[in-house]
């Protein structure tokens, strides 16, 4: 073994035993060691035990320890303290700029125990809260993350939606006369971008390839006929092909839709050399209306075209409300007063549906029974003197493990309406998840299941579930689904929105927003909700005010005529 290998071991453990508080004068010990280890000019693998004792900083104990480390490939100690931390906190000690005192305030004071989960809390604004953290730490924390999420070629179609305009842009500035479509991943608004693809129409294509070229906008620029393909600085893999203008809309489906669907289409068109004016003509030739670019995934679609079953797909326009957010009153940075006039009278909204952290979630100083009773009255003192607008009595309440809510009938009762998540435990098996779940559903008070897997984009899995078994509780009880706006949830995921429509399951676009700008991330929901086929008619916030109101009114009638 070389030594790198055991200075980075003996790195680690002095960082887990920072984290676990061991004896500080042990702690700087092994530290030094590990530095020293590092920069010595022999093999550490060569020295017998009595020599590995005497070198300057090592001395008889860690001496022990390497060559334990030597023989069996790991240490005792090293082990314990691993099996005794969750994996995720081990990950985040490679951070760069966020040290094992950081990620011990961050794993004990705010719950977070991967890097998932403490990105999303760095959008939250949540990190701030904790000692020794600001505005300015939270925000190193953020970018380091990105970083490494961008390492492994993913990224949120979220981060590569401003790259992507900004690329298209510039090469129309290099190609002013020509025609250029963003396509592929991007086009058809999956929730992860593995490539960017540019298609691009133009008169002469050798010219435009060699404008391309000389412009320093992609790196390792290669060119494989007329196909370019290089990386954004950040690392995005991107291809543009440039084609004669006559086949640019041709190319413009084909590098849009999956595989799938484009041959699908395809076959049902006789001619080889297809010239088309629009996409539109394509579908026509083939016998079908127009297939919208979010819904070009494999050939379910092309059955519903065929059937004459195409939505009209819901629009950002189309809603009326935010439903999920939160406030001050627990990890929100925004004051109800502070939220209503901005989503009045800048996104022109009818009504905000306020859903604080419930008891359980220490962590977000959930409302405890008195604070919501409290909530409650600035909630009606701000709606008397707001005839325009509208603040309905909402609450996010966690599931908890056996899947009743957060507080007693008599303070349930009291909401308009409530969000029922998870929030803890997601490591269930798939059986006990589901029945969790489903146990919640069942409860009359929930009125829409919130972020139902828990997922956090390439960082979290969501928690295993029956989706059947879950989106047919809730047609069964009349429950809601939320599709969480959030771009790094976007969840419930679009391949289920289908089922819990065809189900007739209402969904509801709701931004789980912790700042005012956090509502702006309904744009992603409805991207999300498009790609799965949501129409207007079954999205709960889209309804009008007095439309909603009524909805509100009349399950909470039937919950009191059942009793």
């Not at 960082?459 to 009880?477: L, M």
Request: one cysteine or more; aromatic letters at 8%; proline letters at 3%.
């Amino acid at each position: 073994m070389e030594n790198k290998p055991i200075a980075r071991t003996l790195r680690l453990l002095s960082q887990l035993m920072e984290l676990h508080e061991v004896n500080p004068f042990k702690i700087k010990s092994v530290a030094n060691a590990a530095f020293k280890v590092d920069k010595l000019p022999f093999k550490l693998a060569d020295k017998p035990f009595d020599e590995l004792e005497k070198i300057d900083g090592i001395g008889k104990s860690l001496a022990g320890k390497i060559v334990e480390l030597l023989t069996t490939g790991t240490m005792f100690e090293l082990e314990e303290l691993l099996a005794s931390t969750p994996p995720g906190v081990v990950e985040m000690l490679a951070i760069k700029g966020i040290g094992p005192k950081k990620i011990a305030i961050i794993w004990h004071e705010l719950n977070i125990e991967n890097i998932g989960e403490l990105y999303y809390a760095c959008n939250e604004n949540r990190l701030i809260e904790a000692k020794g953290f600001g505005l300015k730490t939270q925000e190193e924390i953020r970018k380091a993350i990105e970083f490494k999420m961008a390492s492994n070629g993913k990224f949120l179609y979220a981060r590569v939606e401003q790259l992507a305009i900004d690329m298209q842009e510039l090469m129309q500035k290099l190609l002013p006369e020509a025609d250029i479509m963003i396509c592929g991943e991007y086009r058809r608004r999956l929730e992860i971008i593995n490539e960017l693809c540019f298609v691009i129409g133009t008169g002469d294509t050798d010219e435009a390839i060699g404008i391309l070229q000389q412009d320093a906008f992609l790196q390792n620029i290669r060119v494989n006929e007329n196909i370019i393909s290089g990386d954004t600085e950040s690392g995005l893999l991107t291809h543009i092909h440039v084609v004669d203008i006559a086949h640019f809309n041709t190319q413009v489906f084909i590098q849009t839709g999956n595989a799938e669907h484009v041959e699908a289409v395809l076959n049902r068109i006789k001619e080889s050399n297809l010239r088309v004016e629009s996409e539109e003509d394509i579908y026509e030739k083939a016998g079908l209306p127009f297939i919208e670019p979010e819904l070009r995934e494999g050939t379910d679609i092309i059955a519903k075209a065929i059937e004459s079953e195409l939505p009209e797909l819901i629009t950002y326009n189309d809603l009326k409300g935010t439903l999920h957010n939160h406030s001050t009153w627990s990890d929100g940075v925004n004051t109800l007063e502070e939220i209503v006039p901005y989503l009045r009278d800048e996104l022109k909204l009818e009504y905000l549906g306020i859903c604080d952290h419930s008891k359980s979630a220490f962590y977000a100083k959930g409302l405890s029974i008195e604070r919501v009773l409290q909530q409650h009255e600035e909630i009606d003192h701000i709606n008397k003197k707001t005839p325009d607008f509208h603040i309905f009595k909402g609450i996010e309440s966690d599931i908890l493990n056996d899947g009743s809510l957060d507080y007693p009938d008599e303070i349930l009762q009291r909401f308009d309406f409530i969000v029922a998540s998870v929030h803890s435990n997601l490591k269930m098996a798939e059986d006990k998840a589901t029945a969790r779940l489903i146990k919640a559903i069942e409860n009359p008070y929930t009125t829409i299941l919130g972020h139902p897997t828990g997922r956090l984009l390439l960082s979290r899995n969501g928690y295993s579930i029956d989706y059947k078994k879950v989106i047919d509780a809730c047609a069964d009880n009349g429950v809601v689904i939320e599709i969480n706006a959030n771009p790094l949830r976007l969840d419930l995921d679009w391949r289920w929105h289908q089922y819990a429509l065809d189900k007739g399951v209402w969904l509801s676009i709701n931004p789980d927003a912790h700042r005012n700008e956090g509502h702006l991330d309904m744009h992603y929901g409805v991207l999300s909700a498009r790609k799965g086929g949501l129409y207007k008619e079954r999205c709960l916030n889209a309804l009008s005010l007095d439309e909603i109101k009524q909805v509100f009114e009349k399950r909470k009638a039937h919950i009191n005529s059942s009793k």
